[in-house]
């Protein structure tokens, strides 16, 4: 089993930035494929971010292109989410997940871990 443990959500204002973190603990290993979901009061879950342990390449929404970086640090079993120039519309709780499986997964079934979420808020 694997707990992930996002941290790095608040309150900021549009324009600023925001690094989210997802530390992974028991079972990890740096074969964690990781992806970074977010979801809006009355909207589905939707893909922010997914970056694939082997290879490391990486997939990004196309409404977060330029503005966010999908990272990891195997030596610490973490992830990271760095936002730059938020705008109110990123507004949401954002959650990571994992999966052992190698590859970037743009689907939230592909996932097999998931964290409690953080949230993050952008005001105008």
């Known amino acids: 089993q694997v707990q992930l443990v996002e941290s790095g959500g608040g309150l900021v204002q549009a324009g600023g930035s925001l690094r989210l973190s997802c530390a992974a603990s028991?079972?990890?290993?740096?074969?964690?494929?990781m992806g970074w979901f977010r979801q809006a009061p009355g909207t589905e879950r939707e893909l922010v971010a997914a970056?694939?342990?082997?290879?490391?390449?990486?997939a990004y929404a196309d409404s977060v292109k330029g503005r966010f970086t999908i990272s990891r640090d195997n030596a610490k079993n973490t992830g990271y989410l760095q936002m730059n120039s938020l705008k109110p519309e990123d507004t949401a709780v954002y959650y990571c997940?994992?999966?052992?499986?190698?590859?970037?997964?743009?689907?939230?079934?592909?996932?097999?871990?998931w964290g409690q979420g953080t949230q993050v808020t952008v005001s105008s």
């Open positions: 028991g079972r990890t290993s740096s074969n964690l494929s």
């Open positions: 970056i694939s342990w082997g290879s490391g390449n990486t």
């Open positions: 997940a994992a999966t052992w499986r190698a590859g970037v997964f743009r689907r939230q079934a592909n996932y097999d871990y």
